[in-house]
């Protein structure tokens, strides 16, 4: 497209219109490449950042909803019940006698209750 608009700026004689041509098309390419980026801007919200904002927020609201005799599953794969809350951590009795501390970010989800007799 430049070409031609060069080569009709070159036989009419008329530098300023070939240079108006290229103008044109450079003003259009950063169009369609603003657009592209706009795009591209767009897609990245709604495939990365809207899902990933989503899963955290439903995560807190987990977080913030349990309460100790809740069952509970944690990023370790510990099964086990709440016995215990402060404020950072959740006290876990995995076991008959056996309770571990466990970050409040570390639980990945709650169970129904009677799963861990359910298991046993």
Do not use: C, W
């Not at 970010?105 to 359910?118: D, F, N, R, Y």
């Amino acid at each position: 497209m430049k070409i031609v608009g060069y080569m009709i700026g070159l036989l009419l004689g008329s530098p300023a219109l070939a240079a108006g041509a290229q103008a044109e098309t450079a003003g259009s390419g950063a169009l369609a490449q603003g657009a592209m980026l706009a795009a591209f801007a767009v897609i990245a919200y709604f495939m990365i950042i809207r899902p990933q904002s989503k899963r955290a927020k439903e995560h807190q609201q987990l977080i913030t909803g349990l309460q100790k005799g809740d069952e509970v599953i944690t990023s370790g794969g510990l099964l086990g019940k709440i016995t215990k809350i402060s404020d950072n951590f959740f006290l876990v009795a995995i076991a008959n006698g056996v309770e571990v501390a466990v970050q409040r970010q570390a639980i990945v989800s709650s169970v129904p209750k009677g799963t861990l007799k359910s298991i046993e």
